[in-house]
């Protein structure tokens, strides 16, 4: 290398870049307990924008939150990084819902006429048309239930009409019939752990769950449309479809008081089932990410998680499939699924949530309690039980640097 370079000319000066120090991290980072009706409970968030903070847990409202709310949302306009803490009374719930698989039919007491390779069925009577409902599933009294098809409208202009979403394969005769719901939401009281939601369960294929405690997210609803693109990933020689139903775009939404919904995060492209019937991973074929539907929404959500039960691997190793994806499908479609004329459900709506007592009053404002101000105390103090063990470990971060004050904490 030439070092004197008083001379005109072009110089070639070669450095090394090949290594670059990592970041460290400096600065102050708040520690902030706040009263909310949202955001994950009772553990560490650790926020690094007032964007993230209210996403997770609302904007400050003095009639809803506490006014350590206000202390971190003003603490994120100077700093890049807050650990919050939200804490809730002990009686707040999980808000969740679940797709269960039923078994049993109910019998119908009337008389209808079926016929084989038919998508049309006849009610013999006005009671008969109306004991079912447009949604239902039908079968003959003298066939199984895993030839039940769904009814896709009512004609009663001209006599008495049902039109289903495929053709009867069934027999045809004029006898009573079965009302058949292949798989339902159900919902579970009082959840405020995971092990609330036991994936051992035989007939659950999804648990879905809140990623926090509290009223607010009895409002999230879960819907998606079907992904046919996706589907062609998977193909025979002649180019046909080897899985129908199994890819969904989902998404997460929340319904304002005045029926409207705003999406909040997604869409995802998710697979319902893990693997295929060959044992291989299902993955995108371009990442190389896994893309259940248990695994996507779990890393990518901040408002709800997912725990698979043991129903879902019949949706891929059952000799019907095929048709119990579709029916899954139906439960999580906003929509009818595309190449299908089935009548979807809307997506799925979370349940069961609570706020708990001592928190708000019987109008809705905050209004806290001397318990939950223990609670608050114990957050600070590092002794509070949390979901994680994070809160626990806070003493062993900050000392000696930082020593809670025993008298005096942030205001609430």
């Known amino acids: 290398m030439i070092l004197d370079r008083r001379e005109p000319g072009v110089y070639v000066s070669i450095e090394d870049a090949s290594y670059v120090a990592p970041t460290i991290e400096i600065g102050r980072v708040g520690y902030i307990v706040i009263l909310t009706d949202r955001g994950p409970h009772n ?49 707040s719930y ?57 009814i896709i409208s009512k004609d009663d202009s001209s006599g008495y009409e049902f039109v289903l979403s495929g053709k009867y394969q069934g027999t045809t005769n004029t006898t009573t019939a079965q009302k058949f719901i ?43 449309v079907r992904n046919i693109q996706m589907e062609r990933m998977y193909t025979d020689d002649n180019g046909d ?38 044992d291989t991973v299902i993955r995108d074929l371009s990442s190389g990410q896994v893309l259940y539907i248990e695994d996507i929404i779990n890393a990518r959500s901040d408002f709800i998680r997912v725990i698979s039960g043991q129903a879902v691997e019949k949706l891929i190793t059952d000799t019907d499939n ?26 799925a709506q979370l349940q069961e949530g609570t706020d708990g007592t001592g928190m708000y009053d019987p109008s809705g404002n905050i209004s806290i309690s001397s318990q939950l101000e223990g609670l608050v105390k114990q957050a600070y103090m590092g002794t509070l039980t949390s979901v994680d063990g994070s809160v626990e470990q806070m003493p062993e971060c900050v000392y000696p640097w930082f020593e809670p004050d025993k008298e005096r904490f942030l205001s609430l």
């Not at 006005?126 to 004991?131: C, L």
């Open 43 to 91: 553990r560490i968030v650790t926020v690094t924008s007032q964007a993230q903070l209210h996403s997770l847990f609302g904007k400050p409202n003095y009639r809803r939150t506490s006014q350590s709310l206000y202390l971190a949302d003003k603490y994120l306009q100077y700093s890049s990084k807050c650990l919050i803490c939200r804490v809730v009374p002990d009686d």
């Open 94 to 150: 999980w808000s969740n819902i679940n797709i269960t698989e039923n078994t049993s039919s109910t019998s119908i007491s009337e008389t209808y006429s079926f016929t084989n390779d038919s998508n049309i069925v006849t009610p013999a009577d006005a009671n008969a048309y109306d004991a079912f409902d447009v949604g239902d599933w039908i079968f003959s009294n003298d066939d199984t239930l895993d030839l039940a098809l769904q």
């Open 182 to 224: 292949p798989y339902q939401f159900n919902t579970i009281i009082n959840v405020d752990t995971v092990n609330d939601m036991p994936a051992t369960a035989s007939d659950i294929v999804y648990y879905f769950y809140a990623n926090g405690a509290g009223e607010y997210y009895n409002n999230i609803k879960i819907k998606g």
């Open 241 to 278: 479809i080897l899985y129908k139903y199994l890819f969904m775009d989902i998404a997460v939404y929340y319904e304002n008081d005045d029926g409207t919904e705003t999406l909040l995060e997604g869409p995802w492209t998710v697979s319902l089932v893990r693997r295929t019937p060959q």
């Open 322 to 347: 095929e048709d119990r994806r579709l029916q899954v499908m139906l439960l999580l479609s906003q929509t009818t699924p595309i190449n299908t004329n089935n009548i979807a459900s809307g997506g």
